[in-house]
């Protein structure tokens, strides 16, 4: 099978798997915001739950993911599986007993970190210390997911994906549990909401074990990490990774900081308007992402890499192909999405106005996120995770001088766009820097690509604007016709962007289309043989 489709085949994989939590997390969203709705306890909880996801990308998803990865394709394809048991073996020893003492760390700085990131709380009598209390209740999720993110990484490189997508479904199901079951058990609703973070954390670990046991994958305590060679490769490429890799998740922190310093609500509503951008961004860029890693990791140990080189081309156009129709499909559906799913209960029409119009100025940025995590898996595909850093950190300083200079004159919109403008610049300065280390063009090819994929989007653009426009969205109820609506003009607007796309002959659209014939072809044969 080539690398385009074993790339696009784990794409569509894990995009389906993605596509079902994502869901799962809309409904999980929606239960928050009526039961909770933009306020001082939403606040909190979603502060509160910044911490262990910060982690989470600076230990497992991120840095840990793109550090043992390439290591362990490397391990497994050259030494065999013997030996690929061992280096996962003493990598989860060694996790293990570093997620003990960060968790305890993070246990007993509690009160330290959560003033550190939400210092402007300390405004609201009592928002402080409602943060910390829920800090103390989340922060062992860290060392649930961390695990879970060696997991993935041993499985992907096994060639099964599916799984581990589906695992943050467990998370949102748990998390609405909490919500509407444990909540009723404190005087603080919110709490439930909190102990539903752990217990999903605690399932989504479990459901990887049938599949482990399956590949004869069976995790023993393994102490003799100490001169482990590979094992040191690992940690040497994860320790400036955890810069790297994370900045995106860092801006957020800054955004959310800076957000404390707001009226109440500011950060539920970038929040809100953060969780629908990460919709299409968790279903399209990290599932590429996540596939691309493991092809371009086996291509560079066999030494293939004009192999790598297409992998990346192919990449960065399937990210323009995703991205450009869903960000133009996020700035038109903003307000529908949070009128049919959120409006009602504790969440009014400030509340919807205000989140869509964080999730406007967040959607610029898909395609500029979905280009940088391709560049920075490339760039740890080739075991140089420096250059990631040194980037991220002038990000960081851009995101930080934006949202002061912004949010003075649009509040929590001004912090949106600022994210929106460190993520085109850490998107530029990466793709420019890997076209000079691997002698490319990217720029110029993905431009022109780019170009005739938004000459693809406007006639989607016109049909969904004008399906849109014969809804009063901030009309209560209604909900079973602003719902057949909605589902008409994306409906409707998917398939005239794909009727553009094979009028306009963008061959990615061709093959695409392809793979899910056969995919289908496969699943009716037994039916039709029965």
Not at 113 to 133: C, D, M, P, S, W
Request: charged letters at 15%.
């Amino acid at each position: 099978m080539s690398s385009r489709k074993r790339i696009m085949g784990a794409t569509l994989v894990m995009s389906i798997a993605t596509s079902i939590s994502r869901v799962s997390g809309l409904i999980r969203d929606m239960v928050v915001a009526r039961f909770f709705g933009a306020g001082v306890a939403t606040d909190a909880f979603f502060m509160a739950f910044t911490i262990p996801n910060l982690l989470r990308r600076f230990f497992a998803e991120g840095s840990l993911t793109a550090a043992f990865v390439p290591v362990f394709s490397e391990v497994f394809h050259r030494r065999g599986e013997d030996e690929a048991q061992r280096l996962a073996n003493r990598c989860a020893t060694l996790l293990l007993l570093v997620m003990i003492v960060v968790v305890a760390l993070g246990l007993i700085c509690s009160p330290w970190i959560v003033q550190a990131i939400g210092y402007g709380f300390g405004q609201t009598e009592g928002k402080l210390e409602l943060t910390h209390q829920l800090n103390l209740i989340m922060f062992p999720y860290i060392a649930l997911v961390s695990l879970l993110a060696l997991l993935t990484g041993v499985l992907n490189v096994r060639g099964h994906f599916f799984l581990p997508s589906l695992s943050p479904l467990l998370l949102n199901l748990a998390m609405i549990f909490g919500a509407l079951s444990l909540g009723q058990l404190f005087q603080r609703p919110i709490f439930g909401l909190a102990l539903g973070v752990l217990l999903g954390g605690v399932l989504q670990l479990l459901l990887q074990f049938p599949v482990l046991l399956r590949y004869r994958m069976r995790w023993r305590p393994d102490f003799r990490f100490f001169h482990d060679e590979q094992l040191r490769k690992i940690t040497l490429l994860m320790l400036p990774g955890i810069a790297g890799v994370a900045i995106y998740q860092i801006n957020i922190v800054v955004s959310r900081l800076l957000a404390s310093f707001l009226p109440d609500g500011s950060v539920s509503y970038l929040y809100y308007g953060q969780r629908l951008f990460e919709f299409p961004q968790g279903i399209f860029v990290v599932s590429l992402a996540q596939a691309v890693l493991p092809m371009m990791s086996r291509q560079i140990a066999d030494g293939d890499e004009e192999g790598m080189r297409q992998s990346l081309n192919f990449s960065l156009t399937l990210i323009a192909l995703f991205t450009l129709p869903a960000m133009v499909g996020l700035v038109l559906c903003a307000k529908p999405v949070f009128s049919l799913f959120f409006l009602g209960g504790e969440f009014g029409l400030i509340a919807m106005d205000n989140s869509a119009l964080a999730l406007v100025c967040f959607a610029p940025g898909l395609l500029f996120v979905g280009c940088s995590r391709i560049a920075a898996q490339t760039f740890y595909a080739l075991q140089d995770t420096r250059t990631p850093v040194i980037v991220s950190f002038w990000t960081l300083l851009v995101n930080l001088g934006a949202g002061l200079l912004l949010m003075q004159w649009l509040g929590f919109v001004g912090l949106a766009l600022a994210l929106t403008t460190a993520s085109l610049f850490n998107a530029v300065v990466l793709l420019t820097l890997l076209q000079r280390k691997l002698n490319l063009r990217l720029t110029r090819q993905l431009l022109t690509q780019s170009v005739r994929i938004v000459i693809a989007c406007l006639p989607m653009a016109l049909l969904v604007y004008l399906v849109l426009g014969m809804v009063d969205w901030h009309q209560f109820g209604s909900s079973a016709y602003k719902g057949l609506m909605l589902v008409f003009a994306v409906g409707s607007g998917v398939v005239v962007f794909a009727g553009s796309c094979l009028l306009l002959k963008i061959d990615e659209i061709h093959q695409l289309l392809r793979l899910i014939r056969n995919k289908l072809r496969r699943y009716k044969q037994p039916i039709e043989h029965s």
